[in-house]
């Protein structure tokens, strides 16, 4: 099925338009951060709309009526936006901006950041409402390493049945727990050269 069939043809607009949005709001903070800082917080965004089978797998597993207005008015991350930093105070820089940023109200803070997953997922989401629309939106927001752990999770095993489970479980844990201490140790060698350029 396609989005226009399932969400509606104007709704789609509505969130193709939250991307647009979103887009131009972090360009215009990537313009205003060249040359001001050491490395761009910015690596990279992405976005999707999500397809109506996974909403409609999300709906069911949630226990709401599998209609596409359940879709529109309770699930967040119909309209998914991905903040890509590079280092783990950025993404809480970018956390801060986004709260004050004016084009959304935020309704829901998830920060499996300071507190992650049991699995190792660690990420920020903010569940936000677009202010001019009223669309739902779910802004993630993570650094690049936790990224690639989580695209990688999330093709091997994220809601799947797999077998020999417990093992992956702790391999996947193991490897998330690693990539933790990889961030904290670049925010450290970011902070030494911060400091050696400041005397
Ligand atoms: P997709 O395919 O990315 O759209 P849920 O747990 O999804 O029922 P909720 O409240 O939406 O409920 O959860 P949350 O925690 O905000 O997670 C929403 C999205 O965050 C997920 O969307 C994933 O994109 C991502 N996410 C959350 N936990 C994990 C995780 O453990 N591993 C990975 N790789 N991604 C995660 P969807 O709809 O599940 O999937």
Redesign the pocket.
């Known amino acids: 099925m396609t989005n226009e069939a399932y969400y509606g043809a104007e709704y789609c607009i509505l969130m193709r338009q939250a991307c647009e949005q979103l887009t131009a709001l972090v360009e215009k903070w990537r313009a205003s951060y060249v040359g001001e800082t050491d490395v761009q917080p910015i690596v990279y965004c992405t976005h999707r709309i ?1 397809s109506p089978e ?1 909403m409609m797998r ?1 709906l069911a ?2 226990g709401l009526p599998n209609t596409p207005e359940a879709a529109k008015r309770q ?3 119909g309209v ?1 936006f991905r903040i890509v930093c590079a280092f783990e105070s950025d993404v809480f820089l970018i956390i801060q901006h986004l709260e004050s940023c004016g084009i959304f109200t935020v309704e829901h803070k ?1 920060d ?1 950041l300071s507190y992650p ?1 049991p ?1 190792g ?1 660690r ?1 920020v ?1 903010l ?1 936000v409402r677009m202010n001019d629309s009223g669309v739902l939106a ?1 802004i ?1 927001v993570r650094t690049i390493a936790m990224d690639c752990w ?2 990688l ?2 093709q091997l095993r ?2 799947k049945n797999v077998a020999n489970d417990t093992l992956l479980k702790s391999e996947l844990k193991r490897c998330a727990d690693e990539i933790a201490s990889v961030d904290l140790t670049m925010q450290t060698i970011r902070e030494l050269l911060k400091e050696a350029d400041s005397f």
């Open positions: 999500k996974s999300k597993a949630r699930v967040y991350d998914g998830k499996y997953k699995n997922y990420s989401h569940c779910e993630q989580a695209t999770e999330h994220y809601k």
